[in-house]
């Protein structure tokens, strides 16, 4: 079993990781209330530089998703089938994630909730659907 | 007439040149490129004392310090300008454009505008990288992006895997009839959907090919290949670029790209529109992305590629034949030089599958998960 991928911890972006961590998912604004991921040193709307870390309820909806039926990365192996989801905050900022349902009952716009999950040292943002699926659509392949 | 229509058919395609596609072990990527720019002069008929400038496509999955020079090391050239371009697979379009610019502002005469890579033989770890920290999702692959914009235009517009059927099956058909292609099944649309889904909701046959190999061009102006006697020069009447560049999650939307700018740039130089078109060589590298050009382009009614492609439109015999080599999908997965030369054997009229009487082509590159674009239309 290969390790578990790791992020790239930057002083840019330490606070994202370190605030999941301590139980939160933390988005960027700026003076002017432009919001974006991921952290960065600069407002890439106005390019200011007071640029600031801003707690998401955690409140989410899907944009697309996709489903992995074999796996890049040996840490994945086991996890086949598994979604990567492109998800909106509640806020405004997109991120990808990982939507922990059966990714057959994912639909567009499905409300979701922050779930933030440990792989060893490291915390990560997953997100749950609010509801339990209504159905789950069969794929043909 | 403006600096963009006063561009129109001023410069050229002098000359174009490729190596065998497929897998070709043992050879580097300079050698590529060399085989590749030495048969385009050639088939420019000049001597390669005329070039003086040197653009190449950084090799995508051979990433190389200096590279355009050791290129030009292994040519025996010393160009006023060169060296190597990152910007995925819409860099065979950039460099044309930097040439024509850098002609036109007397830095250069003639350039060659080259690509190879060898990731069939070689090392194709580049298509299936961690994208960055978002690997810790299990984020990997240049195919993944793809899939997930197909979904969110399946999800907006009701895009079936039929529709994007439509596609693989024109280009597999076209590659079936060339000699050269490296893939030469025609598909059904039966063994389209049957076609094993890896990474859903992409389909193997949605997917373009991994292959070695090499192109190149030769650019000047028209006068120019008047003075060298360039026996087949085929004009350029407009070009255009366009860049989305960010990652999908900062895009408000992932069902449209600058593609749209880039076709209005190139349209309007060559004072055409999507009804004069003949033929087209529109990049592949996945279904969507074609499907997602050719609504861009205005070729087709978003969100109506199925009823609008029906019937064979895109096929040899049909309103707009595409992709009369094959593409990506079936003639070489190679970043979209091979396109370009095709599109210029259409204008020649020597094309293994000649469109009769075309007049315009339009070829369209694209680079990484459409971050990048680019449009080019010749005449004859």
Known sequence: ?141 | MNNLTRMRGKYVIAGIGHTAFGKLPGRSTVSLNTEACRNALLDAGINKDAVNALFVKVPTSARDFMYGQKLAEAMGLRPKLGGSWDQGGAANVALISHAMSSIEAGQCDVALVCYADNPRSGNRQVYSRPRGDDAVYGWFSTAAGYAMIQRRHMLEYGTRPEDLGLIARACRRHGSENPRAQLRAALTAEQYLASPMTLEPLRRDDTCLVSDGGAAVVIMSADHARSLGVSNPVPILGIGQGQTSAELAARDTLTSTEAEVSARTAFAMAGLAPKDIDVVQIYDCFTIAALMTLEAYGFCPKGQFGAWAAGGRLEIDGDLPMNTSGGLLSETGMPGLQLIIEGVRQMRGTANLQVSKASTCLISNQGGTMHTHGTLILGN
Request: glycine letters at 4%.
């Open chain 1, 1 to 141: 079993m290969q390790e578990f991928p790791q992020p790239e911890i930057t002083e840019t972006n330490k606070p994202f990781w370190d605030g999941l961590k301590q139980g939160r998912l933390l988005f960027q604004t700026c003076p002017n209330n432009h919001r974006w991921l991921p952290a960065r040193d600069f407002c890439p709307h106005c390019l200011s530089e007071k640029v600031s870390f801003v707690e998401s309820s955690g409140r989410a909806k899907v944009i697309s998703w996709v489903v992995y039926r074999t796996a890049f990365h040996d840490a994945f192996k086991d996890r086949i089938p598994y979604n990567v989801s492109l998800v909106q905050l509640e806020e405004g900022p997109r991120m990808m994630t990982n939507v922990l349902c059966d990714s057959n009952a994912l639909e567009a716009d499905m409300p979701l909730q922050l779930e933030i999950q440990s792989e060893g040292e490291l915390a990560i943002a997953r997100f749950r659907p609010v509801e339990e699926p209504k159905h789950i659509t069969k794929v043909t392949t």
